[in-house]
């Protein structure tokens, strides 16, 4: 193998090759309307051609025989603001219930062990634990009884706040609602949304329910999918785990071999991918797809423009390469695409 080979080989493994400069300006704080108005890059994997187009043209660029996975997870109000005895402010974000009682969260704030936060409607969070990375276990309490996630839900409801990522730099609002949720959500349990999800109006998706093969799964997105790769080569990094559920009839249609398979977002790429692998149709999902570890199912990628040094940008180059990859998100920002969870779209056929 020459040295040239070798060089351009090793690329793919180094997390310094996953970053590029994005202008703040191209970082999306508010959606485009309607949702499907939102520019959409196509990329054909074997012509290497790139085209400019707009999401609600998606259908002329995919194939007849198609199945198409969505992700129905359903973004939780997580956010919320409160007191530590000591009336200091604190601010909580829930991740996921470890079991009935426990759950699993991050706070801003110093805290200690067996310390009571105070939050509206007589919410209260004990903290059970804390652990090795920062995050802490509690135990919510309301009027002296322990609360389960079903109950936690409807509190945050009424107290919590849309947990938009830290890069939109603003305040949640009551549009965000609506708009950081897809228009299929079901199952209550992210603290993100599928993004790449969100470009599509009712009635867009009604026409792909006209034409193509529709199938749900569950993953519940945690904060860890914004989590920037901290190692200097991708393979020894230890990604997120996050809950997911494949019901029985979507099983079916993975395993029909004679449809193309179209993943909308990284969310149901690593799923399905995961289920490949493990033949597991629920559970704790840690795949992480990259160059090195590509996906052996997916034949379609529907995803946003992501964060660099990103897991979600190295599963993009599982696609394309990383080389190709960046090339792409520089022609993005070269024709003012907008990036992240309210941004634009990329489609890799």
Known sequence: MSLKRVARKSIRFYTKNYDFFLPKDLIASKPVYPADEAKLLIFDRKTKKTTHDTFKNIINYLPQNLSVYLNNTKVIKARIYGFKPTKGKIELLVLRYLDDIKC???????????????????????????????????????????????????????????????????????????????????????????????????????????????????????????????????????????????????????????????????????????????????????????????????????????????TLIMLVASFVGVEQTIKLYDEAIKKDYRFYSYGDAMLVV
Request: glycine fraction near 4%.
């Open 104 to 310: 699993l969260v991050y706070i801003k704030g110093k805290v200690q062990k067996d310390m009571e936060l105070l939050f509206e409607d007589n919410l209260i969070a004990k903290v059970i634990d804390i652990l090795d990375d920062g995050s802490k276990i509690v135990h919510f309490y309301q009027n002296n009884q322990k609360i389960k996630f079903d109950n936690l839900v409807t509190i945050l409801d009424k107290i919590g706040h849309v947990p938009l990522p830290s890069y939109i730099k603003r305040d949640d609002d009551i549009e965000d609602i609506k708009d950081y949720q897809t228009i299929f959500a079901k199952t209550y349990g992210a603290v993100a949304s599928p993004t790449a999800s969100l470009h599509f109006t009712q009635e867009l998706f009604n026409r792909f329910k006209e034409k193509f093969d529709i199938n749900y799964l569950t993953l519940h997105i945690g904060a860890g999918t914004f989590k920037p790769v901290d190692v200097e080569d991708i393979r020894e990094f230890k990604i997120h785990k996050e809950c997911y559920d494949i019901p029985k009839t979507t099983i079916e249609s993975l395993q029909n071999k004679t449809t193309k398979k179209m993943a909308i977002g990284t969310t149901v790429t690593r799923t399905i991918e995961y289920y490949n692998k493990t033949k597991l149709s629920s559970g704790l999902c840690d795949l992480f797809l990259h160059p090195h570890n590509k996906p052996q199912i997916t034949d379609i990628l529907l995803t946003n423009f992501h964060l660099p040094r990103s």
